[in-house]
C-alpha cells in the first residue's frame, strides 16, 4: 500500500499547517498558542479533545467502526528549542530565541494530517488516541503526562511514536530491533581544594589541576572500560572555577552528561566515575562530591512492535524500505518513558540530506515538507495493521 492519495492530495494543506507551527515555537510547557492550535484542528475534524495533562499536553479519541475495545496510541511531539534561527524564509519563526530546530513542527502536522483521515474514515475496530505532547527537549514531558494520568486516563495497549532523520534518504525508514535511542544522564562534580597566590602553588591545594585529571581521566571509562561494541558517551560541557588571573580558587565545578543504550552500562558507567574521581581527588588532597541525576532513560522497541512497525512502514514505502541495522543514536528522546509504560515501537522516517548540511539542532534546519504525506500515511497504515475490521 503506498502513500494514501487522500492524504497526498492534503500535502498543500499540512505544509500549511507545518508552516504555520513552524512560524510559532513555543519552548516545553509553554505551547499554549501550540496547543490551542491543535486542539482547534482536532475539534474541527469532530475529534473528540482532551486537554490539560502536562499542562499543555493535547489528546484527542477517534473511536473506529466495529465492537472492539482495544486502544492504541500515536504520539507527536510539540515544543521548540531555545535557538535563534538563521533562516530567512516566509515561514522562520516569529519568536525571537526560539525556534523549531528538530522538525517537532513536521511530526505535528503529520500526525493532524492522519487524524484527520482516520476521523473520516474511521476504517478500524478499536479506538485511536493522538497524543500531542509538550516539553520533549530536556522537560521530560512524555513522563509528566504519565504522572498525570495519560494512561490511567486512555489505557492503551500499544504506544508508537516517530521522528523525521536527516542523513537517512527520503523514502526510508529506519526500526531499530532493540535501541532506538540513548538514555541521557547528567553528572555534577564540585571539587574542593585550598585557596591561595597564584605566586605561591606549593601553599594551596589546586581544584583545578586534579578538575583536569579528572576531564583527562574520565574518557578512559569509555575507551579502556566499557566494550568497545557497547556505545558510551561521556562529555564534560562545563567546567567552572576561579574568579581572577592572580588567585588560585578553592572550588571548581565540572558539569556533564553520560549517554548509554544498556540499562546495565549506566550502573557500571556512574560507578566507575564515581570510584575514578574519588581516587583522583585523594591524590590531589582534594575533596570531591558527585552528584548523578537520571534523565531520559534508553529508548527501547519491544521486540514484537518493532517488526510490526516495520512491515506497516514497508507498506508504505515498500519493503525494501525498511533498514533494520542502524546503530542507535546517542541523543536521547522522552518517549522512552512511554515505551516503559507500554509496549511499542518508535521508527525514524528518512528526512535526506539536511538542507545547507543544516541537521538537528541546527539554526539552519527546516523540517522536509516532502515527508508529510508519507509520514502521515505510516500512522494510517499502521492504525489499519493494528485495529483491523473483521
Known amino acids: 500500500m503506498p502513500v494514501f492519495n487522500t492524504l ?6 499540512m505544509k500549511g499547517w507545518r508552516r504555520e507551527l513552524h512560524a510559532h515555537p513555543e519552548l516545553g510547557f509553554e505551547e499554549t498558542w501550540t496547543s490551542q492550535f491543535i486542539a482547534d484542528k482536532l475539534e474541527s475534524f469532530g475529534i473528540e479533545t482532551h486537554r490539560g495533562l502536562a499542562k499543555t499536553g493535547v489528546v484527542g479519541i477517534i473511536r473506529g467502526q466495529g465492537s472492539s475495545d482495544r486502544m492504541i496510541g500515536l504520539r507527536a511531539d510539540i515544543d521548540a528549542l531555545p535557538m535563534q534561527e538563521a533562516n530567512d524564509f516566509a515561514h522562520k519563526s516569529q519568536i525571537d530565541g526560539c525556534m523549531h530546530a528538530c522538525g517537532h513542527d513536521g511530526h505535528t502536522a503529520m500526525l493532524l494530517g492522519a487524524a484527520q483521515y482516520l476521523a473520516e474514515t474511521r476504517n478500524f475496530d478499536g479506538t485511536v488516541v493522538v497524543i500531542f505532547q509538550p516539553a520533549e527537549e530536556g ?4 513522563k509528566v503526562m ?4 495519560l494512561f490511567d486516563q486512555f489505557n492503551v495497549e500499544t504506544v508508537w511514536g516517530m521522528h523525521n532523520w536527516p542523513g537517512v534518504d527520503v523514502g526510508k525508514a529506519v526500526v531499530q530491533r532493540g535501541s532506538s535511542m540513548a ?8 571539587i574542593t581544594g585550598k585557596s591561595g597566590h597564584a605566586a605561591m602553588p606549593h601553599t594551596t591545594i589546586d581544584p583545578i589541576t586534579c578538575g583536569a585529571s579528572m576531564v583527562q ?6 575507551s579502556r572500560r566499557v566494550d568497545p561494541l557497547d556505545p558510551v558517551v561521556i562529555s564534560v560541557t562545563q567546567f567552572h572555577s576561579g574568579f581572577t588571573h592572580n588567585v588560585i580558587p578553592n572550588q571548581a565545578e565540572i558539569v556533564g552528561t553520560a549517554r548509554f543504550v544498556r540499562y546495565e552500562t549506566r550502573a557500571f558507567v556512574e560507578s566507575q566515575m564515581r ?7 585523594a591524590a590531589h588532597d582534594c575533596g570531591v562530591t558527585f552528584e548523578w541525576e537520571e534523565g531520559y532513560p534508553p529508548t527501547i522497541n519491544h521486540p514484537e512492535e518493532d517488526n510490526r512497525a516495520a512491515a506497516s512502514a514497508g507498506r508504505v514505502l515498500g519493503e525494501d524500505s525498511v533498514i533494520f541495522d542502524a546503530p542507535p543514536s546517542m541523543a536521547s528522546e ?6 516503559e509504560a507500554r509496549p511499542g515501537a518508535y521508527i525514524w522516517l528518512g528526512a535526506g540530506e539536511g538542507k545547507k548540511g543544516a541537521m538537528l539542532h541546527n539554526t539552519g534546519y527546516d523540517f522536509n515538507d516532502d515527508l508529510l504525506a508519507s509520514g502521515a500515511s505510516f500512522w494510517v ?10
Open 8 to 13: 497526498a492530495d492534503r500535502h498543500e494543506i
Open 139 to 142: 522537560g521530560a514531558g512524555g
Open 146 to 149: 504519565i504522572t498525570d494520568g
Open 183 to 190: 538514555g541521557a544522564d547528567m553528572f555534577t562534580l564540585t
Open 217 to 222: 581521566a574520565l574518557q578512559t571509562i569509555a
Open 275 to 281: 570510584h575514578l574521581c574519588a581516587s583522583i581527588a
Open 334 to 339: 522522552d518517549f522512552s518513558f512511554m515505551l
Open 381 to 390: 497504515q499502521l492504525v489499519e495493521d493494528e485495529l483491523p475490521r473483521g
